[in-house]
């Protein structure tokens, strides 16, 4: 066998499980669609086209060379990009949230992402306690949560399970909650991923305010909030550009 035959076991479909292959509800109409583990878009009967929210990269999740080894999966896409992609759409699927609110969000996870490049911080953390600690800890989601109490179903149940079925790793899931949590009881924190997700989550909740703000209070509102230097920059191009 030549050497450049030769692929990576953790790409090979022959050390694949029969769960690697599975259904996936239709965020649009909630039909079954099949997903291979590594498959990153198919399209519904319905038409709606959609990411595989249980995308699993196996060894590329983690591996330097994983865009060189399998050039062809990633297409330009970066492994960050996947990921916060992933996420958006396994909230999508398991909160349901209004169109406006999901816009929101993802806009958010873009400022997030902008922070993340230059103050460093891991993606998977900042990614999904910013999707998911927006999602959840929104008045529109809140309503819902308590209505279902009876049942359990909280905010950090909830992320739990959205990243419990994403595969994420135990480690990765109690930062995140314990972030989302440190949001809900008020509490500050110096940790790096902990300031990315607060300045991204400001950035946003600024955006929504701009109309009502003259750009001196915006200022002053991204001097005293805004923890991270990247985080001022980013804040102050998208709100006091115009």
């Not at 949001?183 to 929504?208: C, F, P, Q, W, Y």
């Amino acid at each position: 066998m030549q050497k450049d035959e030769i692929r990576c076991p953790g790409q090979n479909t022959m050390f694949w499980k029969p769960d690697d292959i599975y259904d996936v509800k239709c965020p649009n109409c909630g039909a079954p669609v099949e997903f291979w583990k590594d498959d990153s878009k198919r399209s519904c009967k319905c038409g709606h086209r959609f990411l595989n929210p249980k995308r699993d990269l196996g060894c590329l999740e983690y591996c330097k060379y994983a865009e060189q080894c399998m050039p062809d999966m990633f297409q330009g896409e970066s492994l960050k990009a996947i990921y916060r992609d992933r996420l958006l759409v396994a909230a999508r699927i398991a909160l349901k949230p209004e169109d406006s609110r999901l816009k929101r969000t993802q806009e958010i996870a873009e400022v997030a992402e902008e922070i993340l490049d230059e103050e460093g911080g891991q993606p998977k953390v900042v990614f999904a306690a910013t999707i998911l600690g927006d999602l959840v800890l929104n008045s529109h989601y809140q309503g819902r949560q308590e209505a279902s109490s009876s049942q359990g179903e909280n905010p950090i149940a909830m992320v739990t399970k959205v990243l419990a079925e994403l595969g994420t790793e135990k480690e990765v899931i109690n930062q995140v909650c314990q972030i989302i949590e440190d949001r809900i009881n008020g509490t500050g924190s110096e940790e790096v991923n902990h300031k990315i997700v607060s300045d991204a989550l400001m950035v946003g909740n600024l955006s929504e305010k701009k109309t009502l703000l003259e750009n001196k209070a915006i200022e002053g509102l991204i001097e005293s909030k805004v923890q991270t230097e990247t985080g001022k920059r980013v804040a102050r191009e998208r709100l006091l550009s115009d």
